[in-house]
């Protein structure tokens, strides 16, 4: 995926501290046109959104995406699920993963690859308190290191 043509919208910060994430997807999202004009001003957030698989279809549920002033009376419902496009073989394979594994499957970013708007989702399993925490150890580990460093070029060590 090159970096040029994308833009990211949202972030999910919470995602990756509170699941371990296994494999990651990008899917297409089937929206309307008052949506796109919102989602590209910003206005949207994934933060309490989760993905679900229903009768061979996936759907985010949970995604807010505020109302679009101009499309008045054509706008949109803010917060009604919507429809995640996937190949047919890797949704067997989502769904198969989060039936056995007891997984479940969680967005991580909304960005637009040129005109499409597209949402990187990740198979995850959740974490428990002690790897939050420990997690939060090893990241404070390393920004010691890392201040410990500079100090000593800094100062010539």
Do not use: C
């Not at 549920?61 to 008045?72: D, E, I, R, W």
């Not at 496009?85 to 056995?100: I, P, Q, S, T």
């Amino acid at each position: 995926m090159s970096k040029s043509n994308t833009k990211t919208i949202a972030r999910n910060r919470k995602a990756r501290h509170n699941f371990e994430i296994t494999d990651t997807l990008e899917a297409g999202l089937a929206l309307a046109g008052s949506e796109v004009k919102s989602i590209r001003a910003g206005k949207v957030s994934i933060a309490e959104a989760y993905v679900k698989v229903v009768e061979g279809e996936a759907w985010i549920v949970g995604m807010h995406v505020s109302h679009y002033g101009p499309a008045g009376d054509f706008g949109h419902d803010e917060d009604r699920p919507r429809r995640l496009l996937l190949h047919r073989r890797e949704l067997n394979r989502l769904a198969a993963a989060v039936d056995r594994k007891g997984m479940t499957l969680v967005p991580l970013e909304l960005y637009f690859r040129g005109a499409f708007a597209k949402l990187r989702i990740g198979l995850a399993r959740g974490k428990r308190q002690y790897d939050k925490r420990e997690s939060i150890r090893e990241r404070e580990d390393k920004r010691r290191a890392r201040s410990a460093m500079r100090e000593m070029r800094r100062h010539g060590g």
